[in-house]
């Protein structure tokens, strides 16, 4: 089992940043893809950033060249840094661990954390 606890968010103003925390305990997430999603009233889910155990990154086009998702296995903790904020980025972000092990899916989901950007 795993369990992710996310924090850093909060209220800021446009052209702003934050850094979101993702913070693993009851395993070691070394092994496991790790990702933060958000979702916005009324909207689905969507991916935001992913980074594979081998530190291989993926970005929603609306994050490219603003956001940054790193990992520090040592610290079991995931960041997704987010500069020039926008009030479309107002969502609740999700932090996601995933991986197939032995034929098995490991998915676990962190609690959220809202981020809110003012115009």
């Known amino acids: 089992q795993v369990e992710l606890v996310e924090s850093g968010g909060g209220l800021v103003q446009a052209g702003g940043s934050l850094r979101l925390s993702c913070a693993a305990s009851?395993?070691?997430?070394?092994?496991?893809?790790m990702a933060w999603y958000r979702q916005a009233p009324g909207k689905e889910r969507e991916l935001v950033a992913a980074?594979?155990?081998?530190?291989?990154?993926d970005y929603a086009d609306s994050a490219k060249g603003r956001f940054t998702i790193s990992r520090d296995n040592d610290k079991n903790t995931v960041y997704l840094q987010m500069n020039s904020l926008k009030p479309e980025d107002t969502a609740v972000y999700y932090c996601?661990?995933?991986?197939?092990?032995?034929?098995?899916?490991?998915?676990?989901w962190g609690q959220g954390t809202q981020v809110t950007v003012s115009s």
């Open positions: 980074i594979t155990n081998g530190g291989v990154t």
């Open positions: 996601n661990a995933d991986r197939l092990f032995h034929g098995t899916l490991d998915n676990y």
């Open positions: 009851g395993n070691t997430v070394s092994s496991f893809t």
